[in-house]
């Protein structure tokens, strides 16, 4: 459904990496891998539509990315979108209003619960620690799971073992439901999925 | 420790003593405020220059003394919170503060209204009655710093740095008039000349100010004593306080 | 529409939660605008004749001042990245928040302006021309503004690069904001000035916004 | 002293990095002088009374629009953490920044200022002393400047409140830089009012310093 | 050395930890562990004196933290303060130079070489990804040698396999020479010293 044809991608003059040819299908997990400056934030922002590949193409269901594209998919790159001055559940309502989500009170509610900030709700994301900052941006996910394609980047990062559990168990269930995901992450979480692959990026 | 106890016993200790203070102060300001009224309106003589416009003179020089002073009053709470960690000081500065600004105001407002007959306009650009408005943005911009902050610890210390720094425009405020030759008046009363103005109007002046003096005491504690209900609403006592009404 | 409601409350929010953020625009309005008496000289006349050019300049100001934060929060901290990949078309996430930069900034400014005018000594009727000439012009300062905003984001030093590229721009709607109101004073008629400035904001609220957004998708390129 | 040196040397190296932002001030302030005329009429009389006192509020308002970034960058990167953490007095780095800040907008505008007089048609003697009262007084907007923007520093909505803090305080810097150069356009000796400025200066440069090292002692608590 | 007694950190009025009584001597290493928001970051920031304790004291060499202390300590915490403007070799000399330490082209070069980005020491830092900066703000632990104590706030995030290796081995040199470390980390990362104390804070 996902699919790039020869892509690459250029930063101030230096090819990054090119000729990249992607299939994801439904269910399918993509990890891209590679060491720190290889790419990958880079690719996934490509395959996002906020930056533009030097050449080749970035596909969706057969055709180039556009706005539908943009109602199918989710992108959390390493900034978590979160507003100081909002609380948490104000954050998670705005966002997932913002992405026409379909939400209800007891729906955040559970969101929050199931990334085990629903202690936190009413605190201003000011205060949150960095760990918890990114649990707020990370629920989103919870609530997205009639997005097919999900680009995350360094989902684990900060998160404690915890944290890395109940996210672990959200992707598994989104993959489970025939949903797509691209993933970065330096840390190797195993991630239950029907057909798995991966990327490798190097300078 | 003695600092500790300093820091924890200090708003408990003081919270039923301003209350049993309050209606003291309350009473003093009302009983001075109508007694200065008194010599104000009907004991001092009519100024032969300026006839009865200038009575305003018993509203307006109480409210400037008092909003110079509340200013130090308040920095220097404000200082003390700084240099020794007390948490009432912090509290007690946020309580200073708009009162001195309703003074600062008073002073302003009064003055204008009588510059307009002895001057023949509401408002001049002159160097007191300039440092008397940078006064008011000082009081208006410390409670501003203050509300903009969430953290009351965090808030307390940053007003007070604000509060030390806008001390050094009082002297400015006090001694403009001897700086630079401008048109407000300069000091009538002083500590090393014999006053020289009519006795009766030193009089209801000093009256008056005493009574904006005590009145600044009752509103002070009574806001003191809301912001401690607030800031210490988990702690021990305040429970058993509310528990108790 | 849905997007647009819910960016503008959420701006909206932000603002409240500032405590008084909008009350500090007004404040620094007023401030400024009693600070030209100290600069010029406290004459009258002189005074009264400056009134509509000094309550603009303050406007103008106050706009240059707030315009820096109009994205930068949302850059730094990834805000704008989503908006760029919702669903929703820019086009209506930029207009809310030009709409509520417009609510926070030039509207109490325009509801403000009669403090200036009677510090000043303005007659009445000059006053009323004065908030209407703000009412007019201010949502310009707000949709050329979003613009300039949006092309200095990300360049550092941007403020000062921001007000450089956007106060040649604000200054037709000067000339014709405090020429309405001086008209007035002088007994010609202001529709003139005032149809002009209506010019302006229909054509500024066509490019702006849509300059705001070609410029957001570059600078997040 | 290595210290200061050293964090001096780093802010100008920054500033040249971002291309032209010191210029940026200065085209800054001349853009604000030449809308006066604008706002206000062209009357050659009435601007040679105005041109001090509008070089001067260009200056202060150049000063508030560039203070935001005083210490905002260096608190987002962390920077600010490792400098009160590292075994360098803060005072000293206070110090280099608000050396830096005066030498990348106060100096440069002192210079420019001839040629806002000029403009202005101020005749020679007059904008000698226009360039000197900039010289003694844009520092004092820096050295309380900086107290204000480490205020504030970390408050959202910073920038409006910066500009309440710090623009009455001033006001009394406005009011004798531009009196002594109209003291000296009326034949009057203008000694008094530079002196004034002077001992603001040295008040300044003794408050400042101190209030912004507590201040920002505050803000990273 | 490093010593605390009693200490406790409140954040917006409410407990985050109390009690705390640590030791570090030389050639000590301390993993500071905790969930998520349990006050790991506060309690590294309260060692560097950044915040104040709601009670208790830091003692170092027996004495109440002061000038002296911050001679003999480095505090790296999660922003990498890293100018965007200036190149990784200008970042690193400034940094390193106001810390005071004694450094020469060389040593420079290799610091940057022992974290793997001497390739870019002319690239300015607004350009790097995450792991690079973050490698950038850590170059500084290879000429810090004669700083007795380090306090580490999530070294290791965003570092991929290498860079990880790369810093266990400047970490592992530190508490040979007989330096102090303090760190938090997420991630279980082995580090070869004398002595190893782990301090848990829970909510
Ligand atoms: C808004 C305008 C004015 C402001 C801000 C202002 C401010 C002040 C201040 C701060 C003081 C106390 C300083 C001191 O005790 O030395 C004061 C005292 C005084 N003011 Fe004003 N004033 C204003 C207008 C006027 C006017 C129009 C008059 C009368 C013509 C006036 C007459 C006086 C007198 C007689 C004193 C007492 C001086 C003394 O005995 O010490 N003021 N004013
Ligand atoms: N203007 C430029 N000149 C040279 N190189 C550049 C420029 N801009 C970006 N780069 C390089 O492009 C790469 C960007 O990589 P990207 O952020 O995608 O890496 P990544 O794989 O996500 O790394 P990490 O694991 O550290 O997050 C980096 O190597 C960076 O140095
Ligand atoms: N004003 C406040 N009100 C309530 N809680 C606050 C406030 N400020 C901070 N906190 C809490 O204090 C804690 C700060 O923790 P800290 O950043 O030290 O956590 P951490 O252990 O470093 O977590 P992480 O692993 O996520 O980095 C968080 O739980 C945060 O929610
Ligand atoms: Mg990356
Ligand atoms: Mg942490």
Chains 1, 5 share one sequence.
């Not at chain 2, 100024?47 to 020089?61: K, L, N, P, S, T």
């Not at chain 3, 600069?39 to 240059?64: C, D, F, K, S």
């Not at chain 3, 669903?87 to 030009?98: G, H, R």
Request: aromatic content about 8%.
């Amino acid at each position: 459904m996902l699919e790039t044809s020869a892509l690459a991608c250029e930063r101030g003059g230096l090819r990054l990496f090119s000729d990249v040819n992607l299939t994801l299908a439904p269910g399918g997990l993509l990890r891209v891998r590679g060491a720190n400056g290889s790419g990958k934030t880079t690719l996934l922002r490509t395959l996002a539509g906020l930056t533009r590949p030097a050449a080749g193409e970035v596909r969706w269901r057969g055709n180039p990315i556009g706005d539908d594209y943009r109602r199918e998919m989710l992108f959390l790159g390493h900034a978590a979108a979160v507003k100081d001055e909002l609380t948490v559940l104000e954050n998670l309502e705005f966002s997932s209003r913002f992405s026409c989500l379909e939400i209800s009170e007891s729906k955040i509610k559970s969101a929050l619960e199931s990334l085990g900030i629903a202690r936190l709700a009413d605190l201003p994301a000011r205060y949150l620690s960095q760990g918890q900052r990114k649990r707020a941006a990370l629920a989103r996910l919870a609530l997205s799971a009639g997005v097919p394609l999900w680009l995350l980047d360094e989902p684990f990062a900060a998160l404690d073992d915890e944290g890395i559990a109940q996210l672990r168990k959200i992707c598994a269930a989104h993959l489970a439901g025939g949903g797509m995901l691209v993933l970065t992450s330096h840390q190797d979480v195993e991630i239950a999925c029907a057909a798995a692959w991966s990327v490798e990026l190097r300078g | 420790m003695t600092s500790r106890l300093f820091q924890f016993a200090a708003p408990q200790a003081f919270f039923p003593i301003a209350g049993k203070l309050i209606p003291w102060f309350a009473v003093l300001a009302g009983v001075l405020a109508l007694a200065g009224l008194y010599v104000a309106f009907f004991i001092a003589p009519t100024d032969h220059q300026q006839g009865e416009a200038y009575r305003i003179i018993f509203i307006h020089v109480p409210a400037a003394w008092v909003s110079m002073f509340l200013y130090l009053v308040m920095a220097g709470w404000a200082g003390l919170g700084l240099a020794l960690n007390t948490r009432l000081s912090g509290m007690m500065a946020s309580a200073i503060a708009p009162t001195g600004a309703m003074f600062t105001f008073l002073a302003l407002w009064s003055g204008a209204l009588w510059g307009k007959p002895t001057w023949g306009t509401y408002w001049v650009w002159d160097a007191r009655l300039t440092s008397e408005l940078v006064l008011l943005f000082l009081y208006l911009g410390f409670m501003a710093l203050k509300a903009a902050i969430p953290d009351p610890v965090r808030a307390d210390r940053a007003g007070a740095i604000l509060a030390l720094l806008g001390v050094v425009n009082v002297p400015i405020i006090y001694f403009s008039v001897q700086w630079w030759n401008t048109l407000h008046q300069g000091a009538s009363v002083s500590l090393t000349r014999a006053p020289s103005m009519a006795a009766t109007m030193l009089l209801g002046m000093l009256l008056m100010a005493f009574a904006a003096w005590m009145y600044s005491f009752a509103t002070a504690f009574s806001r003191v004593r809301a912001i401690i209900l607030e800031r210490e609403r988990d702690a021990e006592w305040v429970r058993l306080q509310r528990a108790a009404a | 529409m849905h997007s647009f409601v819910s960016v503008l409350r959420r701006e909206l929010q932000i603002a409240l939660r500032r405590k008084g953020d909008a009350l500090n625009v007004l404040v620094f309005f007023i401030v400024v605008a009693s600070l030209f008496p100290f600069g010029v000289g406290p004459e009258a006349n002189q005074l009264r004749a400056m009134a509509a050019g000094v309550a603009w300049i303050a406007a103008l100001l106050a706009a240059v001042l707030s315009l820096p934060r109009l994205f930068a929060a949302d850059h730094a901290d990834g805000t704008l990245e989503q908006m760029l990949v919702a669903p929703q078309p820019l086009a209506l996430v930029v207009l809310a928040k030009i709409t509520g930069h417009w609510l926070l900034t030039g509207l109490p400014l325009a509801l403000a302006a009669p403090l200036i005018g009677l510090q000043y000594g303005l007659p009445a009727d000059a006053l009323g021309l004065l908030i209407v000439s703000l009412l007019i012009g201010t949502p310009v300062l707000s949709f050329l503004g979003a613009a300039g905003a949006a092309l200095t984001l990300g360049v550092r030093g941007g403020g000062a690069l921001l007000a450089l590229l956007i106060l040649p721009l604000f200054v037709p709607v000067l000339v014709f904001g405090a020429g309405a109101v001086t008209a007035g004073l002088t007994g010609i008629n202001p529709s003139a000035h005032l149809s002009l400035l209506g010019a302006i904001l229909a054509v500024s609220s066509l490019i702006g916004p849509w300059a705001a957004c070609a410029a957001l998708r570059v600078a997040l390129d």
